[in-house]
């Protein structure tokens, strides 16, 4: 029974850690990828891979809607095991994406991270500033807006006492007086 009892908790436990680190872009998807595509080489001529699929992830830039969808604008970003951009410095260019849908521009905003696999199926020249830029368009197939990340602060940002405890803490003790 011992045994027995071991083999169906590290099952369950190994189907848990298997599922909570999976790639968000499913594996049939991930098949279809042209694996010797890189982006640089796209930028260069985006035009020689046209039709290929590719899986490609980054910072959206901004987000606007037009008559043929919205068009999202994001600068790319390697992507890390899950298939999230990773926070990095490091860049190759900017990419669009047509979504053939109304998508919300306050939830696609600035800022978000996104994943995206899809069909490269046009490139399109806009100015950048004060240069033409071409950029690459791809036709999603999936795609993941990632959530925000919430910073996290390992300590207080106030220091205090541990022995009378935080600054507010003699308003709240039962044997403080009210009045003081």
Known sequence: MGKYLFLVISAILGALIATGC????SEDLRGQVALGVTFKEVIRDPVRYK??????????????????GTLIEVLEKPLGFRGRPK???????RFLILHPEYLDTAIYAQDREITVAG???????????????????????EMYLWEKEEPVYPYPFWPYDWW?????????????PWWY
């Open 22 to 25: 999976a790639h968000v872009i």
């Open 51 to 68: 039709g290929e699929m590719v899986l490609w992830g980054g910072a959206i830039i901004r987000s606007s809607n037009k008559k043929e």
């Open 87 to 93: 926070d990095v410095d490091v860049s190759e260019g």
């Open 119 to 141: 069909k490269l199926i046009d490139e399109r020249t806009l100015p950048l500033d004060q240069i033409e830029y071409t950029y690459p368009v791809i036709a999603p197939k």
């Open 164 to 176: 009378w405890g935080p600054p507010w803490w003699p308003y709240y003790h039962p044997y403080y």
